[in-house]
């Protein structure tokens, strides 16, 4: 088992530009998650989502866009880069969201920065 | 709303040290509890957890109780290591929704030989 894996690890962007920032899981999970976690301020949930087919917005969702056409792979998108979108974006998975079993399996990272 | 609340740090320790870091909840109804661990370069890797009221999580040699009279999940570890340096976080799960993971600003440890 691979768990999560994500690419690219690290990207430079300019500002405007886009990318897709890919994850995968072979977990056969039906939860799937995007975070943000910026120096000192924890993780931030950009957007989740409960199955193929089914998104939904976290805490910070503006400047991103989530799909989840297979239960496999949820990439994140970054339409027009900014600034305040340098970070670094994890991605993860879970079996089950119920909190006794909420464990979320979390995938290396992407070390973003936009300039 | 749910959140949790931990020490800010960084901690720097000796090697063999006591180890605590403290984290308070809030929440509306019964909660897990969770430490997660994140070495450096990786991502966040579950530590232990505790899904009632004076339950007991363990691993690595690392412990945490919850305590419902206080609200606290607080982490201990009685010998640390340097290999034991990483950032640690502290996380709360309540409720049926799907966003319902609610992390702590996590609490850089650094452990000098």
């Known amino acids: 088992n691979a768990g999560v894996t994500q690419t690219p690890k690290f990207r430079i962007l300019k500002i405007g530009q886009s990318m897709t920032l890919q994850c995968a899981q072979d977990?056969?999970?039906?939860?799937m998650y995007w975070y943000r976690q910026d120096p000192g301020m924890g993780l931030k949930l950009i957007y989740y989502?409960?199955?193929?087919?089914?998104?939904d917005k976290g805490e910070v969702p503006n400047g991103y866009n989530v799909s989840r056409s297979t239960t496999e792979d949820f990439p994140l998108r970054l339409e027009l880069a900014a600034p305040s979108q340098t970070s670094v974006y994890f991605c993860?998975?879970?079996?089950?969201?119920?909190?006794?079993?909420?464990?979320?399996?979390f995938g290396p990272g992407t070390r973003l920065t936009v300039l | 709303g749910d959140s949790v609340t931990q020490m800010e740090g960084p901690v720097t320790l000796s090697e063999e040290a006591f180890l605590t870091i403290n984290c308070t909840y809030t929440?509306?109804?019964?909660?897990?509890l969770f430490w997660y661990v994140q070495y450096p370069g990786e991502g966040l890797q579950l530590l232990l957890k505790?899904?009632?009221?004076?339950d007991k999580g363990s691993n690595k040699g690392f412990e945490a109780t919850y305590r419902k009279e206080t609200t606290s999940f607080h982490l201990e570890k009685g010998s640390v290591q340097v290999s034991d340096s990483a950032v640690y976080f502290c996380?709360?799960?309540?409720?049926?929704?799907?966003?319902?993971?609610?992390f702590g600003t996590g609490t850089r440890l650094t452990v000098i030989p």
């Open positions: 505790a899904t009632k009221a004076d």
């Open positions: 977990m056969n999970h039906n939860y």
């Open positions: 993860a998975s879970s079996y089950s969201n119920t909190p006794d079993y909420n464990e979320q399996f």
């Open positions: 989502s409960v199955g193929a087919g089914i998104t």
């Open positions: 996380a709360l799960s309540a409720g049926t929704g799907a966003n319902n993971l609610f």
């Open positions: 929440a509306t109804g019964y909660p897990s």
